[in-house]
């Protein structure tokens, strides 16, 4: 059974730090590009960063580079999105994702809550 299971979200003030992790299970995580979207309140879910399997490549919105940073740890199937320098419009819902189009696989986790404010 496939699972991703969120971590780490909360409420945080402008200008703080947050650790989002995400555990995953049931598949080969290190086969997998893994993301993290968010999504804010009357918005569409957005891409926030990507962490490709084998390169450890990763991709940002231009909304976060400099202050997110995406990591993963392939012995301990977990994803991490490390955030600082929050602002309020970081505000969402935090998605993880895993995904390999060549065979169609696309996973999601349920979410965790992030809130900036003060």
């Known amino acids: 059974q496939v699972q991703l299971v969120e971590s780490g979200g909360g409420l945080v003030q402008p200008g703080g730090s947050l650790r989002l992790s995400c555990a995953a299970s049931?598949?080969?995580?290190?086969?997998?590009?893994m993301n993290w979207y968010r999504q804010a309140p009357g918005k569409e879910r957005e891409l926030v960063a990507s962490?490709?399997?084998?390169?450890?490549?990763?991709n940002y919105a231009d909304s976060v580079k400099g202050r997110f940073t995406i990591s993963r740890d392939n012995a301990k199937n977990t994803v991490y999105l490390q955030m600082v320098s929050l602002k309020p419009e970081d505000t969402a819902i935090y998605y993880c994702?895993?995904?390999?189009?060549?065979?169609?696989?696309?996973?999601w986790g349920q979410g965790t809550q992030v809130t900036v404010s003060s």
């Open positions: 994702n895993a995904n390999w189009p060549l065979i169609g696989r696309d996973y």
């Open positions: 049931g598949f080969t995580f290190s086969n997998y590009r």
């Open positions: 962490i490709f399997s084998g390169s450890d490549r990763t």
